[in-house]
């Protein structure tokens, strides 16, 4: 079956450490592998998207790779702010069958100034 | 600006009443999807449908139904409520064509079941 695992519950950095929160997965095929992020009182929303075509994604200052041999998928900032407090979400996406996605149980941030 | 719309924002129920959550969208997009989420679990699939007037089973459809009159509109039904229901549903909807495939998600919806 399709699932992902996120082993990091919880982190907490001081603003400009180094934020690294990684994930692995279980699947058949050739996946699309996002990163959503929900801030308190929200429904999450889309902050990258990495396909097996080119391995890595970018945005907002964060980067994510993914490695098909490992089946891991990693979430990295160089330096954090306190706005990024907000939990992350490692997601799996099946696009041929109607975009559904596979969620794992979030990694939630916090950072302190 | 994509938008999804989730009603009611908060609700208060009892054990065997009836509850319907109500989605609506205004992106033009096709798919659409009720997920329900609980501390430690992120968010699960309860169902899904890919055009009006059908509707598919997630991955705990169990104790749901789902309705979609139209291309706006998506409902999530409870027909007997149960404690274990009490979590946070989020409705979303995706495009079914383009590279994106990002899903828009509402703001939720709060369900206490007493």
């Known amino acids: 079956g399709n699932s992902v695992t996120q082993m990091q519950g919880q982190v907490t950095l001081s603003e400009e450490e180094f934020l690294f929160i990684n994930c692995t997965y279980s699947?058949?095929?050739?996946?699309?592998l996002f990163w959503y992020v929900q801030y308190p009182g929200e429904g999450p929303q889309l902050l990258l998207k990495v396909t097996t075509a080119n391995n890595k994604g970018s945005s907002r200052g964060f980067e994510a790779t993914y490695d098909k041999g490992t089946t891991s998928f990693h979430l990295q900032k160089a330096s954090v702010q306190e706005s990024d407090s907000a939990v992350y979400y490692c997601?799996?996406?099946?696009?041929?069958?109607?975009?559904?996605?596979?969620f794992g149980s979030g990694t939630k941030l916090t950072v302190e100034p | 600006e994509a938008a999804v719309t989730q009603s009611p924002r908060s609700k208060v129920a009892v054990t065997g009443g009836k509850v319907t959550l109500s989605c609506h969208q205004t992106n033009n997009h096709d798919y659409m999807y009720w997920y329900r989420q609980d501390t430690g679990h992120g968010l699960r699939l309860i169902h899904y449908s890919y055009v009006a007037d059908s509707t598919e089973k997630g991955d705990i459809p169990d104790g749901y139904k789902a309705s979609r009159p139209s291309q706006e509109n998506f409902s999530l039904i409870l027909e007997l409520a149960s404690l274990s229901q009490t979590a946070v549903y989020f409705c979303?909807?995706?495009?079914?064509?383009?590279?994106?495939?990002?899903?828009?998600f509402g703001p939720g919806t709060r369900l206490t079941v007493l």
């Open positions: 699947t058949t095929g050739y996946p699309t």
């Open positions: 979303a909807s995706s495009r079914d064509w383009g590279s994106s495939y990002e899903q828009y």
């Open positions: 997601v799996l996406g099946r696009m041929s069958n109607y975009n559904v996605l596979y």
